[in-house]
């Protein structure tokens, strides 16, 4: 489960991250902080409301465990740097998403 949770996350995350800020803002931004922005977009503690609505999935440890893959990708992006090659950059994001 916290596979296709986190897998979902990835792409929605990494989808939308620039558009959390105006075009001009995300242009003059560096790759760490589009990527470190990426983190107020987290919807973690909407999922933890989620649960107490009866969706047993979004524990508080899931949702802790979805938060460190996503930080540690994040992380890993920013060291790799955004220059790196693609290879390396679906390899962080398989191993984000079968961890």
């Given at each position: 489960m916290i596979a296709i949770i986190t897998a979902f996350l990835c792409f929605s995350i990494a989808a939308s991250a620039p558009a959390t800020?105006?075009?001009g803002k995300a242009e003059s931004?560096?790759?760490?902080?589009?990527l470190s922005e990426a983190k107020s977009s987290y919807p973690f503690s909407r999922w933890r409301k989620s649960f107490r609505h009866g969706l047993?999935?979004?524990t508080?440890?899931?949702c802790e465990k979805s938060?460190?893959?996503?930080?540690?990708l994040i992380e890993g992006l920013i060291a790799i740097g955004e220059?790196?090659?693609?290879?390396?950059k679906t390899t962080l994001f398989k191993t984000a998403i079968l961890t």
């Amino acid at each position: 489960m916290i596979a296709i949770i986190t897998a979902f996350l990835c792409f929605s995350i990494a989808a939308s991250a620039p558009a959390t800020k105006p075009i001009g803002k995300a242009e003059s931004m560096t790759y760490k902080e589009r990527l470190s922005e990426a983190k107020s977009s987290y919807p973690f503690s909407r999922w933890r409301k989620s649960f107490r609505h009866g969706l047993k999935q979004y524990t508080k440890e899931n949702c802790e465990k979805s938060k460190q893959v996503l930080d540690d990708l994040i992380e890993g992006l920013i060291a790799i740097g955004e220059d790196a090659p693609n290879d390396e950059k679906t390899t962080l994001f398989k191993t984000a998403i079968l961890t």
